[in-house]
């Protein structure tokens, strides 16, 4: 089997290195010259575990290829399918901007020469294959060409950090389709991928796009759900680590994705969520739920700054803050809507400064930040003088540090914890001052 992807994204450039993985022919295609150069020699755009190695061994099998030219990708070269993997970046008003998405649909229109099942892999809003499938109708019609195709929505449920995993052992598949050879043909693509028995789930186009939507949505309400009960947890006198395990065990809620911290980032969340918010409003429809999962998680990015500015009465400046992890999350480099940000702006904003390190994402830290913090050389290094230690990103090397150590190192021993992955009582017993989200101070 052969396909082409167009987009060498983070989502393009996993889901083409995937299939190679499994012996299908991908060509992965790009405009950006110095991407694709890059790729042929080996050089990733993005860092997530494991992809490299793919990549690296599946050019070397000669089933994976880069390419500029997304004509000669397609023509006459035996593609079953095209997938589309360009970014919808919000516009404006925080819908996904469609232009990249359709302007690949109509090149594909100008240069397909055979059936083809062309393919929404981006996350795009309802309706969008029905756009792609009529510009690619206009392309065609334009060139006098009769050629049969089919559109379909295939949305990417994967994490960053553990993509891989999520493609080559996915919980399920979805595939919106409108005709028993597009099925037919995405049956064959995916069925590698089934040993393990989760399914792969057919339904009509526009239910394909909501799905994406709507389990982005859920989850994201799961974790605003989460940070207000921590609040509340907090005024409250209860322990939201007891509250999680107690409520979690009931498997009609599920113990996963309830777990409280400083807001969820990354480009995923807060764009899709928006996305939603914004279509049902051109569609006359109030998302209130979602308006309040929003308005939580950006005050939620501000709690950990709240606490510091508490503990220290306001008087901020002057003071060096250790910040343990930049990235949105860990196991990536990835530093869009990360919480991170919030909290340095504000305490540069009262005059503090940060001294931050991070496994991966300092130099995307540099890109972003440039020099109005300071990087440490390690995570030790980070500490040296600070007034307090801020854990940002929960990455697995800041979960057991030598604390006698870092009470050493620091001027003062005071911890706030935006992801409560340190013992409280354990700290406070090494005389620490330890604040957590939503537990007991
Ligand atoms: C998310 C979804 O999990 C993927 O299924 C989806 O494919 C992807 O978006 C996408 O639309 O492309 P991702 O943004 O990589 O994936 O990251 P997650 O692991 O879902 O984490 C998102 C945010 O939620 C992070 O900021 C994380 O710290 C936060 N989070 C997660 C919590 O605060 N609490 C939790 O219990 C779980």
Known sequence: MRIAVVGTGYVGLVTGTCFAEVGIDVTCIDIDEQKIENLKKGILPIYEPGLK????????????????????????????AAFIAVGTPP??????????????????????????????????????????????????????????????SNPEFLKEGAAIEDFLKPDRIVVGVASERAEKVMNKLYKPFLMNGHPLIFMDIPSAEMTKY??????????SFM?????????????????????GSDARIGNKFIYPGIGY???????????????????????????????????????????????????????????????FKPKTDDMREAPSLVIIQKLLERGAKVRAYDPVAMEEARRVLGETIEYGKDEYEALIDADALLLVTEWPEFRSP?????????????????????DAADLREKGFTYYGIGLKQ
């Open 402 to 422: 030598n604390f006698n150590v870092v009470s050493k190192l620091m001027k003062e021993r005071v911890v706030f914890d935006g992801r409560n992955i340190y």
């Open 265 to 327: 980032g990354g480009s995923c969340f807060p764009k899709d969520v928006k996305a939603l918010i914004r279509t049902a409003a051109e569609n006359g429809y109030r998302m209130r739920v979602l308006q309040s999962v929003e308005e939580v998680n950006e005050s939620q990015k501000e709690v950990l700054f709240n606490k510091i500015d508490t503990h220290f009465k306001g008087d901020l400046a002057g003071r060096t803050f250790a910040l343990w992890g930049l990235s």
């Open 53 to 80: 190695e793919m990549v690296l061994r599946n050019t070397q099998k000669e089933r994976l290829s880069f390419s500029t030219d997304l004509a000669s990708s397609i023509q006459g070269c035996g593609c079953e």
């Open 214 to 223: 709507a389990a982005n949505a859920m989850l994201a309400t799961k974790i």
């Open 227 to 247: 940070n207000d009960i921590a609040n509340l947890c907090e005024i409250m006198g209860a322990d939201v680590n007891m509250v999680r395990k107690g409520i």
């Open 91 to 152: 516009g404006e008003d925080g819908s996904a901007d469609l232009k990249y998405v359709l302007a690949v649909a109509r090149e594909i229109g100008r240069n397909m020469t055979d059936y083809m099942v062309v393919v929404t892999k981006s996350t795009v809003p309802v309706g969008t294959a029905q756009k792609v499938r009529q510009a690619i109708e206009e392309e065609l019609e334009a060139r006098g060409a009769d050629i049969d195709f089919d559109v379909a």
